[in-house]
């Protein structure tokens, strides 16, 4: 069986905020910690880079941003998603131009296509640019679950390579990889859930948790790669609360809270997300001294 195009874990990168502005400087600084944390890659722009919010402008920074900082050490999968093909296609191109390694493209909100909508948007980015792409499906969020039929289609077009899996529902993830075949990337997009996604035969998992502890998670996901999973289970004890506690508030307020517990940055979120309610600091205290990173 041959090695799957990226593995381990990849942080799901905060975009850090001074003053209503990215804070460029913070933003470098968290990359590297995440690389001397042992992370086996790196996802700028995505919902908990709060892309949501951020200008076009912004967003074609913070990729290009993290690409040159990284310097191929780790591979970078770019953020690249839109309920408009026609701009995910742009957001891809532009990944592929300033040397990201693959994009994320979200499932289309908001418009609720059919599952052969799914199928043409991401044929059309298929077919627009030379770059791998992994759909990512996040129900909860997007209102469209894409089904494992038609990411089956989807696994045979050459660009489209495998899938951050937000949907929680394992069995699911057994019935894929045999539907999808052994060159299908599989990455959990559920943190606390990462344990038994691997013993599905999961490839790994893009991380909210990583960017508070990368070098627990980084650790936790090379045992389960390895197969040594009472390692694995002993990590995913030193972590639950932490994973629990980053999503006590609306994300990703709770996990820039600890990463200014840090001194990493500030807590700064943009509207409609505030800072985390008090009641959510606590628990994510909780989780970092449970973690022992406080």
């Avoid at 996040?138 to 899938?163: C, F």
Wanted: hydrophobic share 40%.
């Amino acid at each position: 069986m041959s090695e799957p195009l990226f593995r381990g874990v990849l942080p799901a990168l905060v975009t850090p905020f001074r003053n209503g502005a990215v804070d460029e400087d913070a933003f470098v600084a968290l990359v590297e910690r995440q690389i001397a944390g042992g992370v086996h890659g790196l996802v700028p722009v995505g919902t908990t880079g709060e892309t949501a919010t951020l200008s076009h402008e912004e967003h074609r920074r913070v990729v290009e941003l993290c690409v040159a900082t990284a310097k191929g050490r780790v591979p970078v999968i770019a953020g690249a998603g839109s309920n408009s093909t026609a701009e995910a296609i742009e957001l891809v191109q532009h990944a592929k131009a300033v040397g990201a390694d693959a994009a994320l493209v979200v499932t289309p909100y908001y418009n609720r296509p059919s599952q052969e909508g799914l199928y043409a948007h991401y044929a059309a980015i298929n077919a627009a640019v030379q770059l791998p792409v992994l759909v990512y499906n996040v129900p909860a969020r997007t209102s469209v679950d894409i089904s494992n039929a038609t990411l089956a289609r989807l696994s045979k077009l050459p660009n489209i390579v495998g899938i951050k899996d937000a949907t929680g529902d394992l069995p699911r993830a057994s019935l894929q990889r045999l539907e999808c075949g052994e060159d299908w990337v599989m990455l959990s997009g559920n943190d606390d859930g990462g344990l038994g996604y691997m013993a599905h035969g999961g490839h790994g998992c893009i991380s909210v948790t990583c960017n508070v502890a990368p070098e627990l998670v980084s650790q936790f996901y090379n045992d389960a790669m390895a197969g040594r999973y009472q390692d694995a289970l002993y990590g995913q004890d030193r972590l639950i609360r932490l994973h629990k506690a980053l999503f006590a508030d609306a994300s990703p307020a709770p996990t820039k809270f600890a990463l200014a517990q840090l001194g990493l940055c500030t807590d700064e979120c943009r509207l409609p997300i505030t800072p985390c309610s008090e009641a959510a600091r606590e628990e994510v205290l909780v989780g970092m001294r449970e973690a022992g990173l406080v």
